[in-house]
């Protein structure tokens, strides 16, 4: 059960919402995409559903379509015709380094190779806003470093609106412009919200020498660590209830 | 690099089966087993010619072939159809699971006599027997199919925005035709078996028939040759749907 979830991502703006697992941080990404119904509450959203990208954790790629044909599929869905989506396809899957991998299917794709082509999937419909659960946890800490960094030069470029899901502290600092910190259940909810004053644009590894760098990952930290202590205006004795790991 | 089929391990097989053929036409030469009730080898191969060579066997071939043939081909049909409208109805799926959970479950061969008695001992009979032997299996490859495609796709595809139609096409087909696929062995298995006990049972051609006939008059050699061509054309038919599935399922192979 997750209440009190009130967090606001304005054009342009690359937010993240972090939180230990279990904190709800899916459930949320799901309400907005309107995969998961939500029991009370309301998601605005200022851009059209067809404008929204989603990646992930998991490249749900169909295993029995090529690079190339699942990239043109969403291409395909929105009205290109077979050769378009096929060409344009082409195109993303070469922005995205996959030159001359478009006949091959997911199962003969590493996985980073597979996370490019569900990248390309998602940025190949040109969305305003992207949302994404956690998309590289599933990739080595070097090929993650690459991607993430790749990935970060579009959103700049493109000025694209994103909202990211991770557990990752310092990812969501290096790369956002603001950080919604979400507590444990058993009533979890947004618990504090800070902005990351670190120009743009950005590189992901050099953002973590800026000097407010660590002192945001401390802040996070105390948040969470934070957690179990009655917040300042509810009741003492009910928390201590609901407190645990 | 030397192909797989000439390593060291053909060598052994081979040696194996050339040992043992050597050994039971020795004993059986020597007097050491009785040639009525394991004929020699060469008594086999001879009874094997003999098949060809008036050109009989090609009507019994036929038969079973054509009931074997239209078994399969009826029984894919019949369960990819029955299969998806349990799937996609739960009507249909309350109706049909019970019915196909008993025929599952039963060796259904035991059938044999009614479908006889129904549609007689012509080709028709065969042809059901290897239809539902084949229809069972089929349907519950399509229905677990559907039943058990992965959500992450079905969610991807929604939420690239495709529709009902886009997630048959994308999803639900290739998926079901990966599950047929993986069966399409046994399917033929099946078929062949439906169309050989029906033969068995009761009939006036066929391989099924021969076998019966081989067995009334005791001729052990003219029974192992049966058994061996059997085998021999399945195995055929085996290496035909496996390059089938591979050229339908090449996405498998990474």
Redesign the interface.
Known sequence: MLEDVDLEVKSGQFASLVGPSGSGKTSVLRAV?Q?QPMLAGEVELDVDR?DVG?L?Q?D???????ARQNVA??LR??GATPEDADEAADRWLSLLGLDGFGDR????LSGGQRKRVAIA?VLA?EPKLLLMDEPFASLDAIVRARITEELLGWVERENLTVLLVTHDLEEAISLSDVVYVLSQGPRAGVRARHEVDIDRPRHVRQSRHHPLFMTLVQRLWDDLDNENAPPPQADPTSVATESGP | MRPAWLGVRTARRVGALVFLLAGWEGLSRLGFVDPFYAPPPSTVASAMFSLFADGSVWTHLEATFLAAFLGLAGGLVLGIVLGFAAALSPFVADVLEPVMILLNAIPRVILAPLFVIWLGIDLASKVALALILVTVLIFFAVYSGIKEVDPRLVERVRTLGGGRSVLVREVYVPSVTAWVMGNLKIAVGFAFTGAVVGEFVASSRGLGYLLQFAQSTYNAALTIALILLIMVFVLVLFALAERLERRLLRWRHG
């Open positions: 995409t995969l067809k989603i992930f998991e749900a790629l169909l295993p029995w379509r090529t599929l969403g869905i929105h299917y997911p199962l003969q999937q419909l």
